[in-house]
T-cell receptor
Framework: QQQVKQSPQSLIVQKGGISIINCAYE??????FPWYQQFPGKGPALLIA?????SEKKEGRFTISFNKSAKQFSLHIMDSQPGDSATYFC??????????????FGKGTLLTVNP | DTGVSQNPRHKITKRGQNVTFRCDPI?????LYWYRQTLGQGPEFLTY????????KSRLLSDRFSAERPKGSFSTLEIQRTEQGDSAMYLC????????????????????FGPGTRLLVL
């Protein structure tokens, strides 16, 4: 059973455009939703994260939008750059009280930003 | 470099051989995690330690897999009698147990990953 569904599988965007990656989760116990960026041959790097008590979190060109009732969240990359070309993973876990231990990941989105 | 380190970065072995990977977490991180990532998939949780205690193991971790974290520092993941299906990237992550609430929405128990060990079983 896939608890975190991610789409699209791949995405091609022109430089300066907006990249949007969507995720949906099933487990209502999840309360922490990080996004990771992974370049080929590297481990995932923590990018940005959100909790359900806020609907939006912005850091630089990266924004997470969160819809608790729909159990969906998305990553928006503004002014996408060729250097943003990577695989992006959404993840979810139960984090309350330090119980965070198992991240459940989506299958990933391969983003290509054309110059 | 104070990040998570993993060795070796690449390992090629023949089916039936045993392999061992090492992970050195970020200094003073109490928790250490192992994940497996196959091509085109997200990482899948295998097991985790809090200090030297192994607290959770996924059903993905068959009897051929064993992980240790002696003295609560580095960790090793051993695979015995490797099979071709074991070919994957093995990722290690670590996190701390700080007293503060975290910053910028990032959990104080945020997991930071190493570069991984890519295993190919022939």
């Amino acid at each position: 059973q896939q608890q975190v569904k991610q789409s699209p599988q791949s995405l091609i965007v022109q430089k300066g455009g907006i990249s949007i990656i969507n995720c949906a989760y099933e487990n209502t116990a999840f309360d922490y939703f990080p996004w990771y960026q992974q370049f080929p041959g590297k481990g995932p790097a923590l990018l940005i994260a959100i909790r359900p008590d806020v609907s939006e979190k912005k850091e630089g060109r990266f924004t997470i939008s969160f819809n608790k009732s729909a159990k969906q969240f998305s990553l928006h990359i503004m002014d996408s750059q060729p250097g943003d070309s990577a695989t992006y993973f959404c993840a979810a876990t139960r984090d309350s009280g330090g119980s965070n231990y198992k991240l459940t990941f989506g299958k990933g989105t391969l983003l290509t930003v054309n110059p | 470099d104070t990040g998570v380190s993993q060795n070796p970065r690449h390992k090629i072995t023949k089916r039936g051989q045993n392999v061992t990977f090492r992970c050195d977490p970020i200094s003073e991180h109490n928790r250490l995690y192992w994940y497996r990532q196959t091509l085109g998939q997200g990482p899948e949780f295998l097991t985790y330690f809090q200090n030297e205690a192994q607290l959770e193991k996924s059903r993905l971790l068959s009897d051929r897999f064993s992980a240790e974290r002696p003295k609560g520092s580095f960790s090793t993941l051993e695979i015995q009698r490797t099979e071709q299906g074991d070919s994957a990237m093995y990722l290690c992550a670590s996190s701390s147990l700080p007293t503060g609430p975290g910053t910028s929405g990032i959990s104080p128990w945020a997991q930071y990953f190493g570069p991984g060990t890519r295993l190919l079983v022939l």
